[in-house]
C-alpha cells in the first residue's frame, strides 16, 4: 500500500492492433485480455512529463512555492470552496488572475514528452501478473493481476472493476479506449462537504490508443481533511531488445 500511494502513474506500451471492441467485456475478459497483451519480461519503461511551455513554467513555479508558503492558509481556503471544481482566484496563490486562468486552461490539455528511461520487470506466471521495479522505482511493485480469482489487487486489497472506459483526442495521451478498476475507501462528497475527514482512491485503467497500449494508475489520499498524496508520474514501455 504504501508504495502505491506514492504516485499517480501512467504506462503506454507499444501495440500494433487498431481493434478494439465495443461490446461488454466482462472482468475475466479483460484481465485474460490485458494477460495476453503483458509478456513476461523485462521492459524499458520512459518516464513522462508533461511538456510544459517555459513560460507557463514559471508561472507553475510561483503557483507551487506560494501555495507551499502559505500551507496553512491554503487548506483553509480548500475547505472554505469544499464544492468547487476549480478554486477561485486568490492573490495569495502568488501570480496573477490572468495567469491562473492560463494555467487551468492550458496545463491539463498538455500532451507529454519522454523525461528519463527505467527498468520494469513484467512476471505473468500462473495465477498472477505483478510489476516490479529497480534501483527505487517501485511504484507498481504492490499492483498485480489474480488470474484465478479475475481481480486486480493493490497489495492485497480488492480493487472493483468499473468496466470500460474512453478518451477522445484533447486528453494528454490522445484518444484511447479500454478497462479501468478502482479501490476506494470512504465518500469524496462527504470529504468535500466536510462530513467526513478521511477517503482513498485508487484507479487503474489500462487502455489502447490507436498504435499503443496506455495504462494509467491515479491515487488520492486524503486524511483529516488534507492532501497527502495527489501526483502523477507516467511513461511509455516495450520489451528490452
Not at 519480461?41 to 507551487?64: S, T
Not at 468496466?163 to 479501490?183: L, P, R, V
Not at 462527504?190 to 487502455?207: G, H, M, N, Q, R
Amino acid at each position: 500500500m504504501k508504495k502505491i500511494l506514492c504516485v499517480t502513474a501512467a504506462i503506454i506500451i507499444s501495440y500494433s492492433n487498431n481493434s478494439f471492441s465495443q461490446q461488454v467485456v466482462y472482468e475475466d475478459e479483460a484481465i485474460t485480455e490485458i494477460s495476453n497483451w503483458l509478456p513476461a519480461g523485462q521492459y524499458d519503461f520512459q518516464v513522462l512529463e508533461k511538456d510544459v511551455p517555459a513560460d507557463l513554467k514559471e508561472i507553475i513555479k510561483k503557483y507551487q512555492k506560494s501555495l507551499t508558503d502559505n500551507r496553512v492558509w491554503f487548506q483553509s481556503y480548500k475547505e472554505q470552496h469544499a464544492t468547487a471544481t476549480i478554486l477561485p482566484y486568490h492573490k495569495n496563490f502568488g501570480i496573477s488572475a490572468a495567469e491562473y486562468e492560463r494555467f487551468n486552461k492550458e496545463y491539463p490539455k498538455l500532451k507529454t514528452k519522454v523525461k528519463t528511461t527505467k527498468t520494469l520487470t513484467l512476471e505473468n506466471n500462473g495465477d498472477k501478473i505483478t510489476f516490479k521495479g529497480s534501483d527505487g522505482f517501485n511504484f507498481f511493485d504492490g499492483i498485480s493481476f489474480d488470474k484465478k480469482k479475475n481481480k486486480m489487487l493493490v497489495d492485497t486489497l480488492v480493487s472493483k472493476y468499473k468496466g470500460q472506459i474512453s478518451e477522445g483526442d484533447s486528453s494528454s495521451f490522445g484518444a484511447y479506449s479500454g478497462y479501468k478498476w478502482q479501490y476506494e475507501k470512504g465518500n469524496y462528497e462527504a470529504v468535500k462537504a466536510l462530513k467526513s475527514p478521511d477517503y482513498i482512491t485508487i484507479e487503474l485503467t489500462i487502455s489502447k490508443t490507436s498504435n499503443k497500449m496506455l495504462m494509467i494508475l491515479k491515487v488520492l489520499s486524503i486524511e483529516n481533511l488534507i492532501t497527502k498524496i495527489n501526483s502523477t508520474v507516467s511513461g511509455y514501455i516495450a520489451p528490452k531488445q
